[in-house]
């Protein structure tokens, strides 16, 4: 008998689920709470960016918007069941979101058991390193499809709107810079 070693990383084992899970999707039509909750931690643990950044754009947006209509489809409560909040607790001596911060929004904003409006909102203010990640790719997803359409970038877009003048910068051949 011969053996075979087939060597996989993580993500591409979590892949495996998504599809999986994503077949049952296609083929009823929904998903039960616990399917959405497995098919989101699926998604969170098959996320990589080096693979989702070299896909086209159009896939990207797809990606973005299932991953936000799954996020809605929960509660924070279902959220934190498959993800929980990074515990960590030194946000306000550092000025940054932590355990406390993502509590405080979603009693503030949502309430536990209230269904998520806005899943990027939600993964913004959610505390979660790879969450985080996620989130800050979806805006670049954005921001890329706004440029395909308009020409200039959101941060352009929000310069030219408040008055603020940008100046470009260019790397000479050289070495120098130019305006």
């Known amino acids: 008998m011969k053996l075979t070693i087939i060597s996989r990383t993580p993500e591409e084992i979590w892949t495996d689920r998504v599809i999986k899970i994503a077949k049952c999707w296609k083929k009823t039509g929904k998903l ?5 909750q497995k098919l989101l ?13 070299k896909m086209s754009l159009r ?6 918007f299932m991953f936000n ?5 929960l509660t924070p409560r279902q959220f934190y069941q498959a993800i929980p909040i990074r515990k960590q ?8 979101r932590d355990y406390f911060t993502a509590r405080e929004f979603i009693e503030k904003k949502i309430g536990w058991d209230n269904k998520i409006p806005n899943g990027f909102e939600f993964l913004m203010n959610y505390w979660d390193r790879k969450t985080n990640l996620i989130a800050v790719w979806a805006m670049d997803v954005v921001n890329d499809s706004r440029q395909r359409k308009s020409g200039k970038s959101i941060f352009e877009e929000f310069a030219r709107e408040n008055g603020i003048h940008l100046m470009h910068m260019y790397e000479l051949k050289g070495g120098g810079l130019s305006d």
């Open 32 to 36: 039960s709470t616990n399917e959405k």
């Open 89 to 96: 607790f030194d946000g306000k001596k550092y000025e940054v």
């Open 59 to 64: 896939w990207r947006e797809t990606a973005m």
């Open 69 to 73: 209509d799954l996020i809605e489809g």
């Open 41 to 53: 931690l699926a998604l969170y643990k098959s996320f990589d960016l080096e693979v989702y950044q």
